[in-house]
């Protein structure tokens, strides 16, 4: 593998590669693609080509990519057959992965894409913790899982063979297209990629993170890079709060991208476990009013370019903070900027479109000093001086007719004034730099045509047969390269085109035929005016001139490693020197009947040539596409056994689809019991419900299943944060909803519900609940989570839903979902509104009569505490007492309740013989105990599709119910106010829930 490429693309398409060693852009040369970005690591290239589609190019080197695939035999113990395949049914699969989850026979094992190869057949692995085995690789347990042995014992009962079989990348050194086979929604055709993450993780070896921008704004991760999977295995997209047109991933923790509008997004969270990050934190763009159009970071760096085409420089980045702390503004016009290795900086210019590169910058220093041009030829330009020869046998194989060397000595003579006067033009020559160009002698009409017919098909075979570049394959034949790089639009003269360059020239194809083949007199023979004659000197294959440098679109340094120290020889051009000044010219003699035949034979192949670009679209539709990903957290994880305790577990969600598109996943709960490690594991489509256990000690919450409701035994995990718990939610959810076929706003017939914790839940009931011979058991019911806080719910078949909160507001339903911790979801934005609720926390304050001092706080050691609820078994201080979660904040002191049941004095006091007892507010002989009541108000503020009804409090619901086809216009709604008042509210209908009509008090 070249140890430092700097990569770049023209704006022809073509993709060049600079050595640091070397001294020459080397063309990557590939016949039937034209690319548009490229993004390079030191061991691949990744590119988009103007299909949109994503190439990839990795280095060959001498170890070669190969991976293991492996699967298990496993095969039980009976009396009548001995060891054979047929197992229990609670057995795993007789071909199984290690775990035994997975079913895993030989004949469904497939290579990731073509590009890969089988090295041999299936064998067992007869290797057993570095010892060999019994012959046939066998290994003995107790049964399924267990320790296994490699000896046979009288109680093995079951055992299992490994069988490996290694596959090759085989594509190495070329480009290949990315497979999209394996993504599960295709996206739309890519317009930027960056690769970068190579420092964040150790292992596994190799691994990348690629990050695609769409035409239409969204950003893709690419999941699965690294050493044996260069390809990766899905695209999977990531929510953006905007259109992004740009994006840059650094070799760390870095991604920056740019929105339409000129604003900057900073992806944070990234990290090992979490490579694609977890939210976007905006910046502004570095000037006011201009907005950004390029962002590129490295590991400490960031650089911007604005719409002016300034370049600006961001302080203050590094993994801690991300986002910086300012911009400085730099020296120069860009049009594209590219951090590399060691932060160094390469940019394009604007006026010239030039290749940058940024000198002076160090550890102390990453601004750098002053940019200086890359300044170095083309391997095409250096191999000019060598092209006569196989200029001379390109042709004549082209052509098939007579071919004659000028003589050399009437090519080198001065021509005369005159007739480089009448002619109007010199034809330039291939030199390159200051050298003098060879006047034109003297000749005839035939003898200029052909004149500069040879020098139009010496650049071709120049093209063709470059002496110091690669051999060219067998299929690279002249006929075709022409076909490929010669277009209608580079058939025009000067003065047809107004002096605009030819390559970006619209050209009737007809009318173009027509010039070439005739000329005013209608005889090619006879044609010898300079126009027609120019057509040739034009349609050159090399679209530079020999005094013009590359033009440069695209340039990326990720894979060029240049230390602060090293000399480059990028900036003394050479190609003047190499040159000979004495260049020999040659001169191409041919027949106006092979004129003609040359002609229409470019014209047929242009035609074929469109034709199949146009076929090789005609399938784009037809792509099937699966996916499988794997989401990776650390958490804690209740133990609910002796001794009972949190135990730090690893959480995996493995979601995958099939071809039809239905979509289901598993979670696994990996810890370590005894030194051992074990895990759990729950199928997606079997969660009943998520519940969020808030408090002040761990951010926790609760996965039930119908099995684990009726053992009562839910699998309790807490987050390190709250943020990541509501992300958990939120993505187990939308998992769950998936695996289900469930999607967006609940229905008019669901079912609402809500905790005595005030969250609300929503339950998609199957058709015809009522009618179905096997109704679903209430246990097996899914229960997905609504935003907002409500004390009781109401709802009927015509979608009307309705609820009161706990400080007695109405709440009506928006006909949205989401809210709470939904809020980071692209779903969870129409109509979501924020809800505000207001709660009362109550403690008792108990007291017990002493003949000697009254009423005192010192009671009986069997009584409850002086300070506790309402049951007297839990001990509730003001001090001690807390909000029920923490979403709840405090808004009031404590205060003396006198709205208590029974009554009280004015004190607040309700007295009883003894705890517990029916309390009263006056005070007999008889009454040994008494208590009051104090309350403290909380408010909690979050988001939901509710809508407020003001102005009445209400302290009770109900909707008068009718059936979905019901031919009600109107739903009565009753309500009894907090006073006690019966009220009624007319003009309710499905499409209007909360119309804005007055209760009638009855």
């Not at 709060?241 to 929105?259: F, H, K, M, Y």
């Not at 689809?657 to 074990?678: H, P, Q, R």
């Not at 009161?804 to 979902?817: C, L, P, Q, R």
Request: glycine share 8%; aromatic share 10%; net charge negative.
């Amino acid at each position: 593998m070249p140890g430092s490429l700097l990569w770049a693309v023209d704006v022809y398409g073509r993709v060049y590669s600079l050595s640091t060693a070397g001294q020459q852009w080397e063309h990557c040369r590939d016949a039937h693609l034209e690319f548009k970005r490229v993004t390079a690591v030191q061991q691949c290239c990744w590119s988009i080509a103007c299909d949109h589609n994503i190439y990839l190019y990795v280095h060959a080197s001498d170890v070669p990519i190969r991976y293991q695939e492996e699967t298990y035999e496993n095969q039980r113990w009976n009396p009548v057959d001995g060891f054979s395949d047929r197992l229990l049914p609670s057995d795993r699969w007789q071909w199984s992965d290690v775990t035994g989850l997975k079913h895993q026979p030989l004949g469904e094992f497939q290579l990731p894409s073509e590009n890969w190869e089988w090295e041999a057949d299936w064998y067992v692995d007869e290797n057993f913790g570095g010892e060999p085995t019994e012959k046939g690789g066998w290994t003995y347990a107790i049964d399924f899982p267990a320790t296994y042995t490699k000896d046979k014992k009288w109680n093995s009962c079951v055992r299992r063979r490994r069988w490996i079989r290694y596959r090759r990348y085989k594509a190495q050194d070329t480009w290949v297209k990315i497979p999209s086979e394996q993504t599960e929604s295709l996206p739309d055709p890519f317009n930027d990629i960056t690769c970068g993450g190579w420092e964040i993780t150790e292992e596994p070896r190799g691994c990348l993170a690629l990050w695609a921008v769409s035409l239409q704004g969204k950003v893709w991760f690419r999941c699965g890079i690294n050493h044996h999977n260069p390809e990766g295995s899905v695209w999977e997209e990531v929510p953006v709060p905007g259109e992004v047109v740009q994006i840059s991933c650094g070799p760390g923790d870095l991604v920056w991208a740019v929105l339409w509008e000129g604003h900057l997004l900073v992806r944070e969270g990234i990290g090992r476990d979490c490579l694609k990050g977890s939210s976007w934190v905006t910046v502004e763009s570095p000037s006011p009013g201009v907005g950004a159009v390029h962002v590129a970071v490295g590991v400490n760096v960031v650089w911007a370019v604005t719409k002016d085409h300034k370049v600006w420089f961001r302080r203050g980045v590094n993994s801690h903070n991300p986002c910086g702390s300012g911009w400085i503004g730099m020296v120069g016009e860009m049009v594209m900027i590219n951090v590399g290795l060691n932060d160094q900086v390469w940019a394009i210019g604007f006026e010239d479109r030039a290749v940058y590169f940024r000198q002076g910058v160090t550890a102390s220093e990453l601004s750098g000093k002053a940019w200086k041009v890359v300044s170095v030829p083309r391997d095409s330009e250096r191999s000019h001086s060598s092209a006569s020869a196989s200029s001379l046998q390109s042709a004549g194989c082209f052509f098939g007719g007579e071919v004659r060397l000028q003589s050399q000595a009437s090519m080198l003579s001065d021509a005369d004034p005159e007739t480089e006067r009448a002619g109007g033009e010199v034809v330039p020559t291939p030199e390159i730099g200051d050298a003098p160009k060879p006047r034109i002698p003297k000749v005839t009409s035939d003898s200029f045509i052909s004149e500069l017919v040879s020098d139009r098909e010496g650049q071709i075979s120049r093209r063709d047969v470059p002496p110091a570049g690669p051999s060219i394959p067998e299929e690279d034949h002249p006929e075709k390269e022409v076909e490929d790089r010669t277009s209608p639009a580079q058939v025009l003269s000067p003065s047809q085109s107004g002096g605009v360059d030819p390559q970006w020239s619209n050209v009737d194809l007809e009318e173009a035929q027509t010039h070439l083949t005739a000329g005013p007199g209608g005889d090619a023979a006879e044609t010898s005016s300079l126009s027609s004659v120019a057509t040739y000197n034009l349609a050159l294959e090399e679209p530079y001139g020999p005094d013009e440098h590359p033009k440069w679109a695209w340039v990326s340094g990720g894979g060029c490693l240049v230390e602060c120290h090293t000399q480059l020889h990028w900036f003394n051009s050479s190609a003047s020197t190499a040159l000979n000044s004495s260049m020999q010219a040659m001169s191409l003699s041919i027949t106006p009947a092979q004129t003609a035949a040359w002609r229409k034979q470019i014209f047929e192949q242009l035609s074929e040539r469109s034709k199949r670009e146009m076929e090789n679209f005609m399938h784009y539709e037809q792509a099937i596409e699966q996916s499988v990903w794997v989401k990776k957290g650390t958490m804690q994880w209740w133990r609910d056994w002796k001794p009972h305790k949190w135990l730090d577990v690893q959480f995996a969600l493995e979601q995958f689809s099939g071809a039809e598109g239905n979509k289901d996943g598993i979670l696994f709960i990996y810890y370590t019991f005894n030194v051992e490690k074990k895990y759990l594991h729950v199928f997606i489509n079997e969660v009943t419900i998520l519940v969020p256990v808030l408090n002040d000690s761990k951010h926790t919450f609760a996965i039930y299943t119908a099995e684990r409701t009726k053992q009562r035994w839910p699998i309790r995990l807490a987050a390190a944060t709250e943020l990541e718990m509501h992300d958990w939610l939120a993505l187990l959810s939308v998992s769950c909803c998936d695996s289900r076929g469930i999607q967006g706003t609940p229905s008019k017939q669901a079912i609402w519900s809500v905790t005595c914790k005030g969250d609300i839940f929503v339950s998609e009931p199957t058709k015809e609940l009522e009618a179905s011979p096997y109704p679903t058991p209430c246990d097996q019911m899914f229960w997905r989570q609504v935003g907002g806080h409500l004390r009781i719910i109401e709802s009927n078949s015509l979608g009307v839903v309705w609820g009161i909160g706990y400080d007695h507001t109405a709440w009506v339903h928006t006909g949205g979902y989401g809210g709470g911790f939904f809020q980071g979801l692209a779903s969870s934005t129409d109509n979501i509104y924020t809800q505000t609720d207001v709660k009362s926390v109550y403690i008792y304050e108990n007291q017990r009569w002493n003949p000697v001092t009254g009423y005192t706080n010192r009671g009986l050691p069997t009584d409850r505490y002086m300070w506790s609820d309402a049951s007297g078994l839990k001990e509730c201080t003001k001090n001690n007492t807390k909000p029920p979660s923490p979403n709840w904040t405090w808004v009031s002191d404590w205060a003396i309740d006198y709205a208590v049941s029974g009554g009280t004095d004015r004190e607040g006091w309700q007295y009883a013989a003894d705890f517990p007892a029916s309390y009263h507010g006056n005070k007999t002989l008889k009454d040994f105990v008494r208590r009051r009541r104090w309350a403290r108000k909380c408010k909690l503020t979050t988001t939901g599709p509710w809508q407020e009804v003001p102005p009445i409090p209400l302290s009770d619901i109900t909707i008068l119910p009718c059936g979905p086809k019901s031919t009600v216009e109107q739903v009565p709604l009753w309500a009894i106010s907090n006073k006690g008042d019966v009220l009624c509210r007319l003009g309710v209908t499905s499409l209007t829930p909360g119309v804005r009509a007055k209760f009638l008090i009855f």
